[in-house]
């Protein structure tokens, strides 16, 4: 089917031919060529050439590129230069930068009564837009931050509302918002501050939650001992607005906490305990970076820049994502074995619920 994407070629070249800028060489004195198939285009540059072919180059073909392809493909961005070989003869066309991508872009799921939804939900597969899902048995835990307003915590409940149908869920709501309504409509057990308590004390008890949790997956780990094959229903942990929980704390309370909640990311992987962290930012403050590593669903919404994605994706040159606009949109990044390990274009569902939440 080579010749359903001749098209795409010639403007690739086309729009490369124009912006490039590389010491007037062109794919008209044969510098260069494009082709193209499902996984992505290759850039074949005929070496040796008067232009260098590293990093640099890479990102600039992926900026001129990503808005040409949108919205028919999402170019998959790469930390560096993806030199691959071609299957030329000749040995000045044997190498290629490769430049994958998805077809099409984000497609934000409306959902015009999210009950319904969730009750005709049959499988394992989390919606997520239009045209991505998630595997449930694949996720270890989720991550999403954002700015104030951004969309987390509609994101969250949005989550929150699909997998109540497959595991049990643990919330901690220190700010006594839409997470505790929602934990009161479905009955759902919610650490929050009902009364008036102290900062520590909080901790402390969403500290003594974990805590269990932790005892759980030592059992469910000697169970494993006893048959690799056990099976264990999902429980999930859902911690609201982290940073603004581990701020204003004694040492030794924040201390504890970081402590349990590192041991159950390292954990809970094999013994399917799930961390579900909300949090403007993943600084320091709010997480260690060993248990960040181990958050295998990364969610950044609102704002995109190589400072705000720096803590939760730090490897990350967001320069020349076509990111979407609007409310709840962002980049979403998925570390299993059935996704792209690059970040992904994000627009949280839009949903409507029977009563506000
Ligand atoms: N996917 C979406 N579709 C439509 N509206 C949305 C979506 N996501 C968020 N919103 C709207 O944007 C506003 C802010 O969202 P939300 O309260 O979830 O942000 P937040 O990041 O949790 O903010 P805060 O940290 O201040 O609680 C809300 O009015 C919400 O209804």
Not at 302 to 313: C, D
Request: net charge negative; with cysteine.
């Amino acid at each position: 089917m080579q010749e359903s994407y001749e098209y795409i070629e010639t403007q690739l070249i086309q729009s490369l031919n124009l912006a490039l800028n590389i010491d007037n060489e062109t794919s008209y004195n044969h510098a260069f060529d494009i082709q193209a198939n499902q996984d992505g285009f290759w850039f074949i540059p005929r070496l040796p050439a008067g232009f260098v072919v590293d990093s640099a180059l890479y990102d600039k073909i992926y900026r001129i590129s990503g808005a040409i392809l949108y919205p028919n493909w999402t170019l998959l961005k790469q930390n560096g230069a993806y030199f691959v070989p071609t299957h030329s003869q000749d040995f000045h066309t044997q190498r290629a930068l490769f430049f994958p991508w998805v077809e099409g872009n984000a497609k934000r799921l409306v959902i015009d009564d999210i009950d319904e939804f969730t009750e005709k939900w049959v499988n394992n597969k989390l919606p997520i837009m239009e045209n991505l899902d998630i595997n449930i048995d694949k996720i270890n835990h989720i991550g999403i931050a954002g700015q104030s307003g951004s969309g987390k915590s509609t994101f969250l409940i949005f989550l929150l509302y699909l997998l109540k149908e497959r595991g049990s869920i643990t919330i901690c709501d220190p700010k006594l918002d839409s997470p505790s309504r929602f934990a009161r409509k479905f009955d759902i057990p919610v650490i929050a501050p009902v009364e008036v308590q102290n900062q520590n004390d909080f901790v402390s008890s969403v500290t003594a939650m974990l805590s269990q949790h932790l005892d759980l997956i030592h059992d469910r780990q000697r169970e494993l001992y006893k048959d690799p094959n056990a099976k264990f229903e999902h429980n999930y942990i859902v911690i609201d607005e982290l940073l603004a929980l581990t701020e204003n704390v004694a040492k030794n309370v924040a201390g504890a906490f970081q402590s349990v909640i590192s041991q159950i990311a390292l954990l809970g992987r094999a013994t399917n305990v799930h961390l579900i962290l909300v949090s403007q930012r993943f600084d320091a403050h709010a997480l260690s970076t060993a248990t960040r590593e181990q958050l295998n669903v990364l969610i950044q919404i609102g704002n995109i820049n190589s400072r705000t994605t720096s803590f939760l994706m730090p490897d990350l040159d967001p320069n020349g994502i076509v990111v979407p606009q609007g409310i709840g949109s962002g980049l979403i990044q998925i570390i299993d074995s059935e996704h792209p390990y690059q970040v992904l274009p994000l627009l949280t569902p839009s949903f409507k619920t029977k009563e506000v939440l």
